[in-house]
Each structure stands twice: as C-alpha cells, then as structure tokens.
C-alpha cells in the first residue's frame, strides 16, 4: 500500500483529476493536502463529493493535512483570528473523520505579534485545549508536523498519545540537519510522515532518491517506530522537471515501493539480530 498527496501538481481547484491520475497509477490512499495553506473551508456538500470520488476511483484517504491560511490561524496572538483558526481546524477534523481518516496533520509555528516579537506558545496551548474534545468524540488525532523542535516537544510533553503524535517530514529534517537524531528520541509518538526529497537548502518536495536525504537511515527509525501505516509521499511536481503528470506519479510510485521494500528489508534486519 502507498499514500500520494493530492497537490503534487496543484493544491487548489477541482481535485478530482488528480484523484483519478492518483488512482491509476497504483497508489492505494491519499494523503489530502488540498487548500492546506487556505482559509478555505469545506462544506458537507463538499466532503460528500470527495468521499464519492475516492470511492469511485478506489482509493482510501490515509490522513490529512489540516489548514492554517492568512486570516485563520490557531496560533495567532489576536484572539479573533486564533478562534477563526480553531473552527478551521475543526473543519478538518470533521472532514477526515467523514471521510474515513485518523490524523489531522497541522504545523506548529508561533505567530509574532504586530510589533514582531514572538509570545510563548499559550496561544496554541489554548487552541489545542479547545479543539481536544471535538478531537476524541471523532476519532481523530492531530500530528504536529517538524519545525521547531523545542515546541514539538513542550506539545508532546502536555498531551497524552491518544491526542497529539508527530507527523515527520522528511524535507524538513534535512534541511534542519536535526532531523533523524530528533525523529529517533521521539519514534515512539509518530502518527504520519511526509516523504520526500531536497539537497539540504531548501524545502523542494523532490521525488525521494534523488536529493541528499538518508532513506537507509530513515527507513531503519521508521521501522522502529511507533508508526505502521503505508509510505507516504508528499513529494510535487514542481522540481522534476516533467510535463506529464503520469510519468511523475509512476516514478513517485516507484520510488514509494522501493522505499517499502526498504522498510521492509529492515524488519528483517531486526528480526534477525
């Protein structure tokens, strides 16, 4: 089984092409990364029409990638926008649970003030606190996605499993150079993962095998690991320099196997030692 994002050619518009293309080239489940960056929110009408088309084209939703946009923000110091930001993510919430998912995938940055200092994180505290309850009544978990370490930890320190994991994205650790020694202390709490490629400067969501992170090594955390789920790309379009949108989902499909065939070979690794 293998997960593809949704925006790996467009994060905005009519999702259903990309659904299909998805689909046929072998890829079992999506990972919904559609209006991510938006204060988009989806209607039931909405919700409805995507749950159709995943089943019509056969494919499962593995989780989802939860909404912080320009005017809603669950981090925002201004309390109005910080409210905004809580009802967005609930959306999500409810929108992954309808839609048959577990984990809500939502990055963690603190918002600066107006004059450009940056608070504690109680803002987030308060909107974690909020959104908890809506949270455990559906089903669903939120995994903060990697960034800033020393917060992903006070956040995995103040909430129990059940409620908050980690979403790893490869891309982000590569670039911090942190990243795998910080996935492999905090292993036993990752719920997702985002996996793709850069060459350490910049956030590329490059296909994974051809930038300069270390999948061996990776692979062999994702192992030991707290997570059990399928491999999941997130990698785009956008730098790989293809016109065809099919030839780049059968090389990310490709690459995806061959990422679980890794995974797969460090099991028998383990199991053997």
Known sequence: MLSMTTDYAAGTGDPSPSLRRIAHAGFSHVHWCHQWNTDFVYAQGEIAQIAAWLNEYGVSLLDLHG??????DWAAVEEDRRLAGVALVGNRLEMTARLGGQVVIMHAGLAARPDGTVPAWDPLKQ???????QARQLGVRIAIENGDWPLIHAVLDAYPPDYIGLCYDAGHGNIDGVGLAQLASTKDRLISIHLHDNDGTA???????????????????????????????????????????EEFLAKACAAGRRLAAMRAEC???ISIY
């Open 127 to 133: 909107s974690l606190d909020a959104l908890q309850p």
């Open 67 to 72: 909404a912080i946009g320009p005017e809603k």
């Open 203 to 245: 956030d590329q969501h490059r296909l994974p095998f051809t930038g300069t992170v270390d999948w061996a090594r990776l692979m062999l955390i994702l192992r030991a690991s707290s997570y059990t789920k399928c491999i999941s790309m997130e990698s785009a379009m956008r730098h790989e320099g293809m016109a065809s949108e």
């Open 267 to 269: 099991h028998m690794r």
